[in-house]
T-cell receptor, first 114, second 110 residues
Framework: ETGVTQSPTHLIKTRGQQVTLRCSSQSGHNTVSWYQQALGQGPQFIFQYYREEENGRGNFPPRFSGLQFPNYSSELNVNALELDDSALYLC?????????????FGSGTQLSVL | QKEVEQNSGPLSVPEGAIASLNCTYS??????FFWYRQYSGKSPELIMSIYSNGDKEDGRFTAQLNKASQYVSLLIRDSQPSDSATYLC??????????FGAGTRLFVKA
């Protein structure tokens, strides 16, 4: 167990809807990264939050947005859901952003868009 | 060209054998390299990190790094059926993101 918790574990939505996924980071970690993992693929970086600010973003459209709260927990929001958004969404916390950053993953949220 | 490339496998080895997993990366300024293990239906977990050229050993696992060839490998000695999983190679270049390969599926036959 990494101490990183995600909710919900599973979610079914329809195309066009909006979804919010939640993540609590491991104690002592101030950095949260979100990844999307499609079936049979590696995790793809969505964005990272450090001390409540977005610290970097991958190649995802603006309808993917996030927040980090003062307790370092985080949310991932996806608007106007598309069928291709169906994937496992992983949250990872780390001690600090940086070169030697080690990621500790939560158990993920499996999102299905119908 | 993908930033991090791995053979998708599956790689099948008998119990007790050495499993060799390979990874290449495209960004020459990459500085940190990681191996994550992901069991089916679970999330990735970190098993090895390596930052300088050469070998790094941790129990049955050895990570090898060759920056000149932009090549990282993971050796698993005395492979066990419980090692059957997908192994993800990950690379960080000092920026804000860790980039993952698509993973290699490993099957260890009892």
């Amino acid at each position: 167990e990494t101490g990183v918790t995600q909710s919900p574990t599973h979610l079914i939505k329809t195309r066009g809807q909006q979804v919010t996924l939640r993540c609590s980071s491991q104690s002592g970690h101030n950095t949260v990264s979100w990844y999307q993992q499609a079936l049979g693929q590696g995790p793809q970086f969505i964005f990272q939050y450090y001390r409540e600010e977005e610290n970097g973003r991958g190649n995802f459209p603006p309808r993917f947005s996030g927040l980090q709260f003062p307790n370092y927990s985080s949310e991932l929001n996806v608007n106007a859901l598309e069928l291709d958004d169906s994937a496992l969404y992983l949250c990872a916390s780390s001690l600090e952003p940086g070169t030697n950053e080690k990621l500790f993953f939560g158990s993920g949220t499996q999102l299905s868009v119908l | 060209q993908k930033e991090v490339e791995q053979n998708s496998g599956p790689l099948s080895v008998p119990e007790g054998a050495i499993a060799s997993l390979n990874c290449t990366y495209s960004d020459r300024v990459s500085q940190s390299f990681f191996w994550y293990r992901q069991y089916s239906g679970k999330s990735p977990e970190l098993i090895m990190s390596i930052y300088s050229n050469g070998d790094k050993e941790d129990g049955r696992f050895t990570a090898q790094l060759n920056k000149a060839s932009q090549y990282v490998s993971l050796l698993i000695r005395d492979s066990q059926p419980s090692d059957s999983a997908t192994y993800l190679c990950a690379v960080r270049n000092g920026g804000f993101k860790t980039i993952f390969g698509a993973g290699t599926r490993l099957f260890v036959k009892a």
